[in-house]
T-cell receptor, first 115, second 114 residues
């Protein structure tokens, strides 16, 4: 089974609108971390946000928030007030264990912000 | 600090040749990771180091791949007897203690095997 599933190959959003990128994960480890990365066309991966499995509140970082639904094993990324510079590939990732080793990445979602 | 750097940025080689890539992490980042990314896919974990110790290696990693981090600073990834299927972007990332939650990625080395 895939550790990380991103079912949206491509998404479009109007500038200044909010958008949700879906991510579901699969693990039997009670302790894990969930991550979102942005990869612009330039290629460099940029860390956006982190959510620990024991965190009580959803993580937020500026315009990014992570909608963490543990029972459903989903960790959707919400980008508010989209900007043209948000156009990029977005990857969801998971690390099992508290400071575990491997990061498992999804196949990514390509986001295009329309002016 | 200038971030994670990788050299070369591009490498074109003929099948059967050996290639070596270098990664210079952010100083004081204990953990260093190598990933491979092919077109349309997310990064695939290859191996990681805690200081100079290689603590985990992907089962998918062939014996033709070897990585070192001799002094706990820079790391090298060598691919012996390259095959066309090795063509990919090779990414390096480093993480700071204590949580290692944040990974800082380098720009990658794009390998093309002819």
């Amino acid at each position: 089974a895939q550790k990380i599933t991103q079912t949206q190959p491509g998404m479009f959003v109007q500038e200044k609108e909010a958008v949700t990128l879906d991510c579901t994960y699969d693990t039997s480890d009670p302790s894990y971390g969930l991550f979102w990365y942005k990869q612009p066309s330039s290629g460099e991966m940029i860390f956006l946000i982190y959510q620990g499995s024991y965190d009580q509140q959803n993580a937020t970082e500026g315009r990014y928030s992570l909608n963490f639904q543990k029972a459903r094993k989903s960790a959707n990324l919400v980008i508010s007030a989209s900007q043209l510079g948000d156009s990029a590939m977005y990857f969801c990732a998971m690390r099992e264990g508290t400071t575990g080793n491997q990061f498992y990445f999804g196949t990514g979602t390509s986001l295009t912000v329309i002016p | 600090d200038t971030g994670v750097s990788q050299n070369p940025r591009h490498k074109i080689t003929k099948r059967g040749q050996n290639v070596t890539f270098r990664c210079d992490p952010i100083s004081e980042h204990n953990r260093l990771y190598w990933y491979r990314q092919t077109l349309g896919q997310g990064p695939e974990f290859l191996t990681y180091f805690q200081n100079e110790a290689q603590l985990e290696k992907s089962r998918l990693l062939s014996d033709r791949f070897s990585a070192e981090r001799p002094k706990g600073s820079f790391s090298t990834l060598e691919i012996q007897r390259t095959e066309q299927g090795d063509s990919a972007m090779y990414l390096c990332a480093s993480s700071p203690p204590p949580t290692f939650n944040e990974q800082f990625f380098g720009p990658g080395t794009r390998l093309t095997v002819l």
